[in-house]
């Protein structure tokens, strides 16, 4: 299983990125998917989630109303879209996937984890 995370970059403050994550190795639209992050000097924790065919989304109180998370089942991808970025948002980014459902995303325990890809956000 391969979950390759893309997308990140350099940003102002108030800016937008995508990230993308394309998966491999395993049937995507039976795998509940989601996004960490993991800034400087702190642990990773969970960004937002997403159900197997998208009827379902969960996001940290952090991201609510800015980030958005999507799929595309027919292109194996994974979206995340974020909006008016700041400083605190500045994060390596992960992509998860986990079988079992939604449960084990949110909690950190997916059964597999992505490369991250950087977001830096400047003032």
């Known amino acids: 299983v391969q979950l390759q995370a893309s997308g990140g970059g350099l940003v102002q403050a108030g800016g937008s990125l995508r990230l993308s994550c394309a998966a491999s190795?395993?049937?995507?639209?039976?795998?509940?998917m989601g996004w960490f992050r993991q800034g400087p000097g702190k642990e990773r924790e969970f960004v937002a989630a997403?159900?197997?065919?998208?009827?379902?989304?969960y996001y940290s109180d952090s991201v609510k109303g800015r980030f958005t998370i999507s799929r595309d089942n027919a292109k194996n991808t994974l979206y995340l879209q974020m909006n008016s970025l700041n400083l605190e948002d500045t994060a390596v980014y992960y992509c998860?996937?986990?079988?079992?459902?939604?449960?084990?995303?949110?909690?950190?325990?997916?059964?597999?984890w992505g490369q991250g890809t950087q977001v830096t956000v400047s003032s």
């Open positions: 998860a996937a986990d079988l079992s459902g939604l449960g084990r995303i949110t909690s950190g325990e997916p059964d597999y």
């Open positions: 997403i159900s197997r065919f998208g009827s379902s989304t």
């Open positions: 190795g395993l049937t995507f639209s039976w795998y509940a």
